[in-house]
């Protein structure tokens, strides 16, 4: 089994990589298009990646991208949340 990092780290890590990819993950959930199960499932996935202690440090040189990186496992989600929040502006 592998070993699963702290849940707040982790929560950090989402909320970062939304802010960096323009998924805003909180106003995803309030506006209804993120349940909390889908969030909780987000920083489930964060604390089993194996990338993820290397995420900070590129988080740290990528304040603003187009796409989380291919090593992200949330990366289809951050894109989904990206498309739909650019089709309400």
Same mark, same amino acid.
């Given at each position: !089994? /592998?070993?699963? +990092? *702290?849940?707040?780290?982790?929560?950090?890590?989402?909320?970062? !990589?939304g802010?960096?990819t +323009?998924?805003?993950?909180?106003?995803?959930?309030?506006?209804?298009?993120?349940?909390?199960?889908?969030?909780?499932? !987000?920083?489930?996935? $964060?604390r089993? $990646?194996?990338?993820?202690? &290397? $995420? /900070?440090?590129?988080l740290d040189?990528?304040?603003?991208?187009?796409?989380?990186p291919?090593? $992200? &496992?949330?990366?289809?989600?951050f894109?989904?949340?990206?498309?739909r929040?650019?089709? *309400?502006?």
């Amino acid at each position: !089994m /592998p070993h699963l +990092g *702290e849940i707040m780290t982790h929560l950090r890590l989402v909320l970062r !990589m939304g802010r960096a990819t +323009g998924a805003d993950i909180v106003a995803a959930h309030e506006q209804g298009h993120l349940t909390q199960q889908d969030w909780a499932e !987000m920083v489930h996935q $964060c604390r089993g $990646c194996d990338w993820a202690n &290397r $995420c /900070p440090e590129w988080l740290d040189r990528h304040e603003t991208v187009k796409n989380a990186p291919q090593t $992200c &496992r949330n990366r289809q989600r951050f894109a989904a949340l990206q498309t739909r929040s650019s089709q *309400e502006v």
